[in-house]
């Protein structure tokens, strides 16, 4: 090779090396995780439902990864949704419990979170749907008709248009970013909830002005906003408030500004449905198609979301290079407080499949849930993954993906499972603890429950709660249904299950 030649080919070696960053930056792939609301491990076609169909999330299973051992942190939402956006179990801080609609923001400011951990990587970063984990500084009242921070841009979201709280509590309004949308200031906003605010007709006062009635062992009966009664008493800010069936339109074309607006440049977006919560009053193109009443109309709204979300991938060229995961935050109910005939109607479905109990158990059905990642540019043939994962460890498989490096107290319970979510590793996490009411610890095949006096059933929602005054250990592998309690039997293993799971407690971090 000649003088003239080397310096060629030095100088298109340096040219490339210049470009490294960039090019690899657009070979990022997009992510986005679309969490479903109280949505069981057999609700959708590609779990086992046959009642009806869910062409659209069948689809991503039909070209990913579907776990059949995924789980969310805990058996309610705002403890699952703390879990995935810092890494760190929830009840390793006070107040992550299932949140008012006027709590303060419950994620620390000062640890670094997922999305923060992808704007980082040069990601655009996205919450659109259901937030639950407060808004505002702890000790202050939350003001709806000011500046509302911190909130989700003060923890790593450069967009967010959110519903507050859950469906069923005040304030039913949007806010986008730092506002609440389409707010009258001539009509401001109040929330309370110890006492009755305003005028506004109540469900308990008012209950024929319901479109559908409340379960009175449940309350649900304050303020009534689009004819139906919520959780919490809410005055003013009529413009602003919501209908319920036009929700899933709203946030869907939210998230397809989004796509649309970044699909130049690698973008995150936790797409937080509001489907299948109640209450359930979806779409009129959707009520009354699924012969299963709300619930499962519900069903079929999601299904269509993800359908949407999809095509604007496609129609954008997007859909190669853009990582889906689907799960959902717990497990099923159907009476969650509105009487919206999903028990009666519910036939012979099992909205959790094989797993006893539900929303709110420690059985398997609290948080064993469905979990899917496609991927079409890394994951070229689709598999079912039977390994052991939970959504706790988005964020360092997220982190190795975008090659962010994790320091010391963030994400302390996260584990890398980047391998096991594109189909590339069958290593199971060597455990993982959930929780319903007490912790429970998987460990290879057996689960641990640790003893707790709390009632058995909850009869309000009709589910087992799985607790026990004594230890639980079940072999939930040949004994899905959790029927068998191995706990005297095998008293080395359920030993060794419990220590592992005050070790891992003390511990402040699984690391
Ligand atoms: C419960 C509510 C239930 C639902 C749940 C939160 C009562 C009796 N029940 O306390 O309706 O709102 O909280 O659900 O108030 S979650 O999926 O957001 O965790
Ligand atoms: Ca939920």
């Known amino acids: ?11 298109a070696l340096c040219c490339t090396a210049a470009l490294g960053n960039h090019a690899y930056a657009q070979q990022k ?5 679309i969490y479903a609301d109280d949505l069981g491990y057999g609700d959708i076609s590609c779990y086992g439902m046959k009642k009806i169909h869910t062409p659209n999330i069948d689809k991503l299973a039909q070209q990913g990864v579907k776990f059949t051992n995924g789980y969310a942190t805990s058996a309610t939402c705002t403890p699952s949704r703390y879990g995935i956006l810092t890494g760190r179990y929830p009840w390793r801080q006070k107040n992550t419990g299932i949140a008012p609609g006027d709590a303060p923001l419950i994620i620390p400011t000062d640890h670094k979170t997922l999305p923060a951990m992808l704007q980082d990587a040069g990601y655009k970063t996205a919450v659109i749907g259901k937030w639950h984990l407060g808004i505002g500084t702890t000790g202050t009242t939350t003001d709806w008709n000011t500046e509302l921070k911190p909130g989700p841009l003060e923890i790593g979201f450069n967009y967010a248009f959110i519903m507050p709280a859950t469906l069923d509590r005040v304030p039913c309004v949007f806010v986008e970013n730092h506002h609440v949308v389409n707010l009258d200031p001539k009509d401001p906003i109040t929330v309370n909830y110890s006492h009755k605010v305003g005028n506004d007709p109540t469900g308990k006062e008012n209950p024929e002005k319901l479109r559908m009635r409340t379960d009175p062992r449940q309350g649900h009966d304050q303020t009534i906003i689009d004819s139906i009664s919520r959780i919490g008493w809410m005055t003013g800010g009529n413009s602003a408030r919501w209908k319920d069936e036009n929700i899933a339109g709203i946030i869907t074309q ?18 937080a449905s509001g489907d299948i919560h109640v209450p359930r009053y979806p779409n009129s ?3 009354g198609k699924s012969g299963m009443g709300l619930r499962g109309d519900a069903i079929l709204q999601l299904d269509w979301t993800v359908g949407q979300l999809t095509h604007a991938l496609d129609s954008l060229g997007l859909t190669q ?4 995961v689907f799960s959902s935050d717990n497990g099923p109910v159907l009476n969650d407080g509105y009487l919206d005939q999903a028990a009666e109607l519910v036939g012979n ?5 094989p797993l006893r109990g539900g929303k709110y158990s ?5 948080a064993r849930v469905p979990l899917i990642v496609k991927w079409p540019a890394t994951i070229k043939k689709p598999q079912v993954s039977d390994v052991l994962i939970g959504q706790i460890d988005f964020f360092a498989s997220f982190a190795k993906l975008t090659h962010q490096n994790i320091h010391d107290g963030d994400a302390p319970d996260s584990f890398d499972m980047l391998a096991q979510l594109i189909g590339k590793s069958q290593q199971s996490r060597p455990y993982l603890i959930t929780q319903g009411g007490p912790l429970s610890i998987i460990m290879g095949d057996y689960k641990y429950i640790t003893p707790s006096n709390g009632r058995k059933l909850a009869e309000d929602v009709n589910i087992e709660l ?8 079940y072999n939930i592998k040949k004994d899905i249904f959790e029927t068998k309690n191995l706990a005297t039997s095998d008293t080395s293993r359920t030993n060794i299950m419990a220590a592992k799971l005050a070790a891992v407690k003390s511990a402040n971090s699984s690391k």
């Open 1 to 11: 090779m000649n003088m003239k030649k080397i310096r060629m080919l030095a100088a």
């Open 29 to 33: 792939p997009n992510i986005i995780v």
């Open 254 to 271: 939210k998230a397809i500004n989004f796509i649309g607006e970044n699909k130049s440049q690698p973008f995150f977006i936790y797409f």
């Open 285 to 287: 193109q959707f009520r």
């Open 321 to 324: 290079n853009t990582m889906i």
């Open 349 to 353: 479905h099992k909205p959790a499949g």
């Open 362 to 366: 420690s059985f398997e059905a609290g």
């Open 466 to 473: 799985g607790n026990d005054p004594q230890p639980q250990l």
